[in-house]
């Protein structure tokens, strides 16, 4: 790689690090949020202890702010732009695995079993690290099961903000925007699950963070636009 270009990638990741998390903290102060469904954490810590927030890729961001500081684990892409979300991340007080959802990411289903092992609440985007955007994949399923941890499905939405043109829609509210946050039903899956049930349960995980995501939009008003 060029001199030139190994600096522009290093002055990217030192913003990333340190300016990045200052930017969502300053736009979080503005934003008016509200919750929904916060009952549903203390059930689903009935259920197991700690728990897996799934959510779609492009809600990200709002849920950076909302769950700062809390010490859970998120798995990010090993990708270049995953790179940059990571070190946000940190600076936001999350740990972070690198990894994929899809089904063939093992490394990671291994480090996030290490996770659930010393209790950390891990969030996962089911949809990616590049899509397809809100389809869910089964990586999500192999981890709940193995660490025998609740699925809390999750949303984000927000009324005034940018939607970018990548491919997961990327939301980025506006300072002082309205904001809903949505938490589902938990779901515990069975460790002794077969294939074809890791499959159906994905599909069912995926209506469930839609419901949630659709409640999200219904509540910030976005579908009134």
């Not at 001199?3 to 990217?12: A, D, F, M, W």
């Not at 779609?56 to 709002?62: Q, S, T, V």
């Not at 990411?105 to 955007?133: N, S, W, Y």
């Amino acid at each position: 790689m060029p001199i030139r270009s190994r600096l522009g990638k290093r002055v990217l990741e030192v913003l990333a690090r340190w300016v990045g998390p200052l930017l969502v903290r300053l736009l979080g102060l503005t934003l008016r949020i509200e919750k929904s469904g916060v009952e549903n954490i203390a059930k689903a810590r009935e259920l197991s202890g700690n728990l897996i927030y799934a959510f779609w890729h492009g809600r990200l961001l709002i849920l950076t702010y909302v769950h700062r500081n809390e010490g859970n684990d998120v798995l990010v892409s090993t990708h270049q732009d995953g790179e940059y979300i990571a070190r946000v991340l940190t600076g936001l007080g999350f740990g972070t695995v690198r990894g994929s959802s899809t089904r063939g990411g093992t490394g990671a289903v291994l480090k996030l079993t290490g996770a659930g092992a010393e209790k950390h609440d891990i969030g996962i985007t089911p949809d990616g690290p590049h899509g397809p955007r809100e389809r869910c994949q089964p990586g999500v399923i192999y981890v709940a099961k193995r660490n025998r941890m609740a699925v809390l499905p999750l949303a984000a939405c927000h009324k005034s903000g940018l939607v970018l043109s990548s491919w997961d829609r990327f939301m980025i509210p506006l300072p002082f925007a309205r904001c809903k946050v949505v938490y589902g039903e938990p779901v515990l899956y069975d460790s002794s699950m077969s294939e074809e049930s890791i499959e159906a349960a994905a599909r069912d995980l995926e209506k469930r963070i839609r419901a949630v995501t659709q409640e999200a939009d219904n509540g910030c008003g976005r579908n009134a636009e």
